[in-house]
Structure formats: C-alpha cells, structure tokens
C-alpha cells in the first residue's frame, strides 16, 4: 500500500483543515497517511508522496516550514506536492484580485523542494477568508463558515 505524509504548519487552523481533507481523500485512494505538525517535530520516515501545506505569509512560505524543508534528508526524486493556503477578501470576486494571491510562495518552496532533491508534481493554492482585522473588517459568520 502506498503512503504519504502531509508536512503541515497552521496558524490559525485553516491549513490544517486543507491537511486532514487531502489525507482523507488520499485514505480513500488507498494510501497510508502520516500527518506531521511541523511545529512539534518529529520523523517524517520514508513515504512514497510528501505533501507540504503552508499558510501565505507576507506573499511568501512561513520560515518555520522553510527551515523543516531544511533538514529533511535528501529525497533523490521523490514526488511532492505543494498547498498554499492564503486569505481572499470576498466569497465571490468584486474586482481582479481579490480572491487572494499564494505570492511567491509556489515558487520558493519549489526551488526548496527542488534543491532537496523532490520531484514536484503538484501545486496548488487555497483561499479562505482574510484574518487580517486589523486593517479590513472581519468576515461575516457566513462566510467564516465556508
């Protein structure tokens, strides 16, 4: 049986939910899924598919993630797949852009993947409802739910 661990750091939450969603619908397609919180560490063992799932931070990967990047051993082309999750300012699009932008973040976790010797074979990005209240007014409970 095929397996796959899911390299995940979340910060508010919505990464780990895109986490735990794709390893189900890769339980359901027959692999065994190691979830792996970068924060807490740990040994990512050997996996026939890495998939790395990050939240946008400043148009860019979250140097935590970056630095587990790092360490992992050389992976002489394994297959990996890249999930950005980033904020998006309305549930339908009102002018080009606001539905959110992964930034540069596909490209340098690439050229980190890339470096480390992965074959990349997927990238994606996701949006969720901003977090930023600071400057724009929080979601509404709808769209909060989504």
């Known amino acids: 049986m095929p397996s796959a661990t899911i390299h995940y750091f979340s910060g508010t939450g919505n990464t780990y939910r895109v986490a735990t969603m794709i390893g189900r619908k890769l339980e359901d397609s027959g692999y065994n ?45 394994k297959k990996a797949a890249i999930i ?40 994606a990005s996701v949006g969720y409802p901003h977090n930023v209240t600071m400057l724009l007014a929080a979601p509404s409970p709808a769209e909060q739910a989504l």
């Open 33 to 77: 899924i190691l979830l792996l919180n970068v924060e807490k560490g740990g040994d990512a063992g050997a996996s026939d598919l890495d998939v790395f799932a990050f939240p946008v931070y400043a148009m860019d990967v979250p140097d935590i993630m970056l630095e587990h990047i790092r360490r992992l051993p050389r992976a002489n082309g």
């Open 84 to 123: 950005a999750v980033h904020g998006k300012l309305f549930d339908r699009s009102k002018v080009p852009g606001d539905g959110g932008d992964p930034g540069y973040s596909h490209g340098h976790a690439h050229l980190m993947l890339k470096l480390k010797g992965y074959y990349l074979f997927f990238t």
